[in-house]
């Protein structure tokens, strides 16, 4: 396939039989409040920016603040690891892998980091992007966290980097069972422009502290934000309903082109 023609992002899942990532969803799998659905275009736009990645299967991991022990769901016996590979996956892979990489069937699906209750979770994901093209992993946005374990955040060129996603969490509780679903989304991936966060771009940055400096486009802006919030029954949904029809036309400019 030409690169032209591929699409914007390649998701490989390359442990047999696990969740494949789809679309993030603007109603959160179904839990925000249907006011918040029908006004708050900000926050159901945050939700369904991007893909949500899974665990690979249901399982459980305890920490007892020094050693990290696992199960896979159902079973009754913890077995304490420094990494783990994914059952049935060094046949599966050997099957199919190239004999000079064979060697790399041992990847780990868990791993414990040097840090105390650091934990690397690879879901079987590798991720082809666009050039210049990066992706964040973060945790699922807006959706309430589990008190028990935290995401943490990483960008990945996924441009060049066609290897594992390996996802950091940091295990929060001790002495008692942390369990991850299939179902579930573990994190999300949202495609982020590798210029966004070069240091040219952060370092463009202007902080105004003084209303005398605004200039009179600025004013102008502000005003219109302002009336288009509080015009008299077109307050609620007002900046939905605006964003869809500046969506409109950027997309009738487009098709003109």
Same mark, same amino acid.
């Given at each position: ?6 699409? #914007? @992002? ?35 736009? %945050?939700?369904? #920016? ?13 920490? *007892?603040?020094?050693?990290? #022990?696992? !199960? ?48 690397? @979770? ?12 990066? @992706?964040?992993?973060? =945790? ?18 996924? *441009? ?19 369990? #991850? ?23 463009? =940055? ?26 008299? %029954? ?5 900046? !939905? ?17």
């Amino acid at each position: 396939m030409e690169q032209s023609q591929e699409p #914007f @992002i390649t998701f490989f899942q390359l442990y047999p039989n696990a969740p494949a990532p789809r679309r993030a969803d603007p109603m959160l799998l179904g839990s925000i409040p249907l006011r918040a659905h029908r006004y708050c275009e900000p926050f159901t736009t %945050g939700c369904g #920016f991007g893909w949500y990645g899974f665990p690979p299967t249901d399982f459980a991991l305890l920490w *007892d603040g020094t050693n990290v #022990f696992w !199960k896979v769901a159902g079973e009754t016996h913890w077995q304490q690891f420094d990494t783990v590979v994914f059952p049935g996956f060094p046949e599966h892979y050997t099957r199919y892998a190239p004999a000079q990489i064979a060697k790399f069937a041992g990847t780990p699906f868990l791993a414990q980091a040097p840090e105390a209750g650091i934990i690397q @979770i690879w879901t079987g994901l590798m991720i082809k992007t666009r050039p210049d093209w990066a @992706i964040l992993v973060r =945790s699922v946005a807006n959706m309430p966290r589990d008190p028990a374990f935290e995401v943490l955040d990483g960008i990945i060129e996924t *441009d060049w980097w066609v290897g594992p996603v390996v996802t950091p969490i940091r295990l929060c509780k001790t002495d008692q069972p942390i369990l #991850f679903r299939s179902r579930r989304p573990l994190f999300q991936i949202q495609p982020v422009l590798k210029s966004a966060y070069d240091d040219a771009t952060l370092e463009s =940055s202007l902080v105004v502290d003084d209303l005398a400096a605004l200039r009179s486009d600025q004013w102008q802006a502000f005003e219109d934000a302002m009336v288009l919030r509080n015009t008299p %029954g077109a307050r609620v949904g007002s900046y !939905k309903l605006e964003r869809r029809r500046r969506s409109g036309i950027r997309h009738q400019a487009g098709k003109a082109k």
